[in-house]
């Protein structure tokens, strides 16, 4: 959550998820139902980590960490925000061709895109 890449419209946001987590939410949250963990580690922006059930009295607190998130959101839609309105106009574009079209155009990019890889 604290390192996004690519567009903010088209590429980093799920409508499948109702929450972006960081390190320490992810830590707090489960923290708050009653796990401490070893290890939460990222790699290519997933987390993951290893949690153990933990007694009460035990658990941490950690900040709330949306201020900060909202902060690097914000920067990060400014600095790209020429890379969203290429991506809008690509979708606009796509959205506009036939289904078939849309196909065709997609098997080539893949084509090209595993040429140049």
């Not at 079209?101 to 990019?109: D, G, H, P």
Request: hydrophobic share 35%; with cysteine; proline share 2%.
């Amino acid at each position: 959550m604290m390192k996004p890449c690519d567009s903010l419209i088209y590429n980093w946001f799920r409508v499948v998820h109702t929450y972006y987590f960081s390190r320490i939410t992810l830590g707090s949250l489960l923290t708050k139902a009653g796990y401490n963990y070893s290890h939460i580690n990222a790699h290519n922006n997933e987390l993951w980590g290893i949690f153990y059930k933990i007694k009460e009295e035990n658990t941490k607190n950690y900040n709330n960490v949306y201020h900060e998130q909202l902060k690097v959101i914000k920067k990060y839609k400014m600095r790209y925000f020429y890379l969203d309105i290429k991506e809008y106009i690509k979708h606009c574009i796509t959205s506009l061709l036939p289904f078939e079209s849309r196909n065709i155009i997609r098997e080539k990019y893949l084509i090209i895109k595993n040429i140049l890889q």
